[in-house]
C-alpha cells in the first residue's frame, strides 16, 4: 500500500498576510515537479485558492445540516427527547410537543436516534457546498460556507471528510497535500491544524502581525505540531526592527522571508501563480528566489520522498 501523503496547513493569525499565496504556490512548485499535489481550501468564508490559480469553481456536492421535524400526531409529549438533549435545543413544557430551537442545535441526531414513537423525522438544510474541482492539475477541494449561514463547523467536517476519501483511495496516490485554512485561531482552523503533520503559519511585519502570530503559535503548540513560520512582505519598514526582536525573544524558526515585489501583485491581476514555470528568458524576481529557497528549506524539513 502506498505510504499517506505528507500534509502540510498553511495558516495564519490574521487576514490578508499572504496565508492563500503560499498555499497556491507551494502546490504549484510540488506540481510542476512531477508530485500529485491535493490542495485543500478550508476558508470557508472567503475561499479564494481558485482565483489565484486562475480557474473557476464547478462542480459541487451540498453540506447538509440536520434538523429535528417533530410529527404532531406521532409525538407522546414524553420529553425525553428533550431530557437528553445536551445543548437543551429542544424547549419541552410538560405535557406539550417540544419546541426544537434551531440556534443552538448542534445536528447531532441523539433526538431522532432516541425517540421511543419514532415522532422525529429528519429535516435537512444546506449550510454551504464542498467543491471538487482540479485546475493546472492540482486538485483542489473547497469548502464554502453559505452566505448567511454560521454552520462553518459542518462544512469543514464535510471538506474534511473528502480529504480522507480522496488521500485512502489507492488509486490517487497522492505525493503532498496542502491545507489552507481561514484566518484566526477559531476551531475551524484548530480542526484543519490537527489534520496536519506540519504548519506554516504566514505573517507579516507589522504590529497586528505579530500580535496574531503570537496567538497562532500558542494554539499549534496546544496541538504539538511541528511549525515553522513564514514572513511575507518581509521588506515593509517601519515596525520591522522590533518585529524580528520579538520573534528572536520567541525563540520561533523561520521558514523563511518573502519581500515585497511587484511580480506577486502582477501575478494576483493575471491569475496565473508567480511559480508557475517560467520561461528561460524570463528575469527571476526577488519573490520567485525566496519561494525557490522556501520550497526547498520544506522539502528538506518534511523529509520529502516521493510516494
Ligand atoms: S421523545 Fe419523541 S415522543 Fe417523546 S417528546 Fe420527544 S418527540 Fe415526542
Ligand atoms: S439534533 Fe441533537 S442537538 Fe439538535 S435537538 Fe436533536 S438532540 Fe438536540
Known amino acids: 500500500m502506498a505510504n499517506k501523503p505528507k500534509i502540510i496547513c498553511v495558516t495564519g493569525g490574521k487576514g ?80 406539550s410537543i417540544p419546541i426544537p430551537i434551531l440556534a443552538v442545535c448542534s445536528g447531532c441526531k441523539l433526538c431522532f436516534k432516541i425517540c421511543p414513537a419514532v415522532a422525529i423525522e429528519p429535516d435537512y438544510k444546506t449550510v454551504g457546498w464542498v467543491y471538487n474541482i482540479t485546475i493546472r492539475d492540482i486538485d483542489l477541494l473547497v469548502g464554502e460556507l453559505k452566505p448567511g449561514e454560521a454552520r462553518s463547523a459542518t462544512v469543514i467536517e464535510a471538506l474534511l471528510a473528502k480529504v480522507d476519501n480522496k488521500i485512502n483511495n489507492i488509486g490517487e496516490k497522492y505525493d503532498i497535500v496542502i491545507i489552507d485554512t481561514a484566518p484566526g485561531a477559531h476551531c475551524d482552523v484548530e480542526e484543519l491544524i490537527e489534520k496536519a503533520d506540519y504548519v506554516i503559519p504566514v505573517t ?34 517601519g515596525y520591522k526592527n522590533q518585529f524580528f526582536n520579538e520573534i528572536k525573544n520567541l525563540k520561533l524558526e523561520i521558514l523563511g522571508n518573502i519581500p515585497l515585489d511587484d511580480e506577486v501583485v502582477n501575478s494576483y491581476c493575471a491569475g496565473v501563480p508567480l511559480m508557475e514555470n517560467k520561461k528561460a528568458h524570463e528575469e527571476i524576481g526577488p519573490a520567485y528566489q525566496a519561494f525557490l529557497k522556501i520550497y526547498e528549506t520544506i522539502k528538506e524539513w518534511i523529509k520529502f520522498e516521493k510516494n
Not at 475561499?47 to 469553481?57: C, D, H, R, S, V
Not at 407522546?76 to 445543548?87: E, H, L, R
Not at 507589522?206 to 496574531?212: E, N, W, Y
Open 16 to 95: 490578508g498576510t499572504g496565508k492563500t499565496l503560499v498555499a497556491v504556490n507551494l502546490a504549484i512548485m510540488f506540481k510542476n515537479e512531477g508530485f500529485k499535489t491535493l490542495l485543500v481550501d478550508g476558508d470557508s468564508e472567503n475561499p479564494n485558492t481558485y482565483l489565484l490559480l486562475g480557474g473557476k469553481l464547478g462542480k459541487r456536492e451540498s453540506v447538509l445540516f440536520f434538523k429535528p421535524l417533530i410529527n404532531e400526531e406521532k409525538c407522546t409529549k414524553c420529553g425525553i427527547c428533550a431530557d437528553n438533549c445536551v445543548p437543551h435545543a429542544l424547549l419541552h413544557i410538560k405535557d
Open 204 to 237: 507579516e511585519p507589522t504590529k497586528f502581525g505579530l500580535s496574531d502570530l503570537i496567538r497562532i503559535n500558542e494554539l499549534i503548540s496546544l496541538l504539538h505540531k511541528d511549525f515553522k513560520v513564514i514572513i511575507n512582505r518581509s521588506t515593509l519598514l
